[in-house]
């Protein structure tokens, strides 16, 4: 069990730029949820997968963000024409389904738009 | 839906003080509630949890936290406090939806 990764850890891009991140969870699970976090606040739930299904997303997240799980492992993160609002903490977590299930987090990667 | 409420944004305490951190909730429905820790550099990691049965929860190095169902409070407490313990303090809670909610997080500081 290497744990949940995140690639890239760091990324500063141009605002206007698209980018996209990935979320490697733990292998057995099932679940998989992104999160944004910024200074001073915890981490905002954007979305969640089962499987490959995406089963909610935020009502705050925008149509410049997308993500899949195409096969049900990895997952992935875009942001399209990026704008200077969207530098945060992008988390990913993963889980195994449960009704208390404990979510495993990665280490972030850090956005910074310029 | 639900909210967390951390009151406290930063805890200073002396070492081998006790600590409690604060988090209130508030949730039409039935909750589970977590709190996590986030030590510099590094990503969140579950201290304890509460599902049900008893309302004293017991976590990893020492923490405990109680859930009270009337003041919808769960506290997290340590009764002798660590240098390795400063860190960054979530709760958060789950109701019947698989969103998760989180605060906005407790800083603790423990001062040599």
């Known amino acids: 069990d290497t744990g949940v990764s995140q690639d890239p850890r760091h990324k500063i891009t141009k605002r206007g730029q698209n980018v996209t991140f990935r979320c490697d969870p733990i292998s057995e699970h099932n679940r998989l949820y992104w999160y944004r976090q910024t200074l001073g606040q915890g981490p905002e739930f954007l979305t969640y997968f089962q499987n490959e299904a995406q089963l909610e997303k935020s009502r705050l997240l925008s149509d410049r963000f997308s993500a899949e799980r195409p096969k049900g492992s990895f997952s992935t993160l875009e942001i399209q024409r990026t704008e200077q609002g969207d530098s945060a903490m992008y988390l990913c977590a993963s889980s195994q389904a449960s009704i208390g299930e404990t979510q495993y987090f990665g280490p972030g990667t850090r956005l910074l738009v310029l | 839906a639900q909210s967390v409420t951390q009151l406290d944004s930063q805890v200073p305490v002396f070492e081998e003080a006790p600590v409690e951190l604060r988090c209130n909730y508030s949730?039409?429905?039935?909750?589970?509630l977590f709190w996590y820790v986030q030590y510099p550099n590094q990503g969140l990691q579950l201290l304890l949890k509460?599902?049900?049965?008893?309302?004293l929860v017991k976590g990893i190095n020492g923490f405990e936290a109680e859930f009270n169902k009337s003041q919808t409070s769960f506290h997290l407490r340590k009764p002798s406090v660590h240098i390795s313990d400063t860190a960054e303090y979530f709760c958060?809670?789950?109701?019947?939806?698989?969103?998760?909610?989180f605060g906005t997080g407790t800083s603790l500081t423990v001062i040599p």
């Open positions: 958060a809670v789950k109701g019947t939806g698989n969103q998760f909610y």
């Open positions: 949730s039409s429905v039935s909750v589970y």
């Open positions: 509460y599902l049900s049965g008893s309302t």
